[in-house]
């Protein structure tokens, strides 16, 4: 019960904050989450060196 109570009381808290993630990264042509890289560069990524 308690557990139950502790759970409802974070999900308040959570909920609107997750909603506005999403509402935030969809917008119009943004794609969402989960949207391919936009083209253009060399697509290699990043340059990662070794070190000692």
């Known amino acids: 019960d308690e557990f139950e109570h ?3 009381e974070l999900e ?3 909920n609107p904050i997750i909603t506005g993630l999403y509402q935030g990264a969809g917008g119009p042509g943004a794609g969402g989450f989960g949207a391919q ?3 253009g560069g060399s697509g290699s990524g990043p340059t990662i060196e070794e070190v000692d």
């Open 12 to 14: 308040q808290v959570c």
């Open 6 to 8: 502790k759970r409802k």
């Open 37 to 39: 890289a936009p083209k």
